[in-house]
């Protein structure tokens, strides 16, 4: 979480066409918790950030997901879940995870800016002819962990983390 944070908080570099693109980041929440939704089709509510205007998350004339904000939709409230995300982790800074862990908070940003640094975000490569997101970093979390109880919520925090890198399922 903490590396969440500083990725998020204080480097403010992460893979956005991944989150726009391949994610719900997008969709908006509304204050009760859930995705606000086309009261037509009950799809999820994006916000198209171009035409400044809510869209189901699956319009095709959607221009540019918006990713942070608070929107007002029909009488509704909405943030995209990254803004969610954002506030929430707002809270897990690396001197608390230092507290926790007993990680020096140096240690906690040093390891999220070399994360982003060989992310190498926004870079491809050409595999049998396709062109895909290259992304040569990972996490990787095993056996020790998965056997403790709640462990869920390391694994969920785990795959944000890669989320925010673009390197989840990609080369």
């Known amino acids: 979480l903490a590396l ?3 990725i998020i908080h204080e480097i403010g570099i992460y893979d956005v066409g991944f989150l726009k693109n391949m994610t719900n980041s997008p969709y908006l929440v509304g204050t009760d918790g859930y995705f606000l939704r086309d009261s037509e089709r009950n799809k999820p509510l994006v916000w198209d950030a171009k035409e400044q205007k809510a869209k189901s998350y699956d319009d095709e004339t959607v ?3 918006a ?3 608070v929107y ?7 943030k ?8 929430h982790v707002g809270q897990y800074s690396p001197e608390w995870a230092s507290e ?3 990680i020096p908070s140096q240690t906690i940003r040093r390891i999220a800016k070399e994360l982003v640094d060989h992310a190498r975000i926004g870079s491809t490569i050409q595999i ?3 062109t895909l997101p290259y ?12 056997g403790s109880m709640r462990s869920f919520h390391a694994f969920l925090a785990e795959h944000v983390l890669d989320i925010l890198l673009g390197c989840l399922e990609v080369a």
Do not use: C, W, Y
């Open 135 to 146: 992304r040569p970093v990972a996490t990787n979390m095993g056996r020790g962990i998965s």
């Open 80 to 87: 995209p879940a990254f803004q969610v995300l954002k506030e």
């Open 63 to 65: 221009k540019d997901f």
């Open 128 to 130: 049998e002819g396709l």
């Open 72 to 78: 007002q939709i029909d009488g509704r409230q909405g």
């Open 4 to 6: 969440i944070h500083v």
């Open 67 to 69: 990713l942070e904000g």
């Open 100 to 102: 926790v862990t007993d």
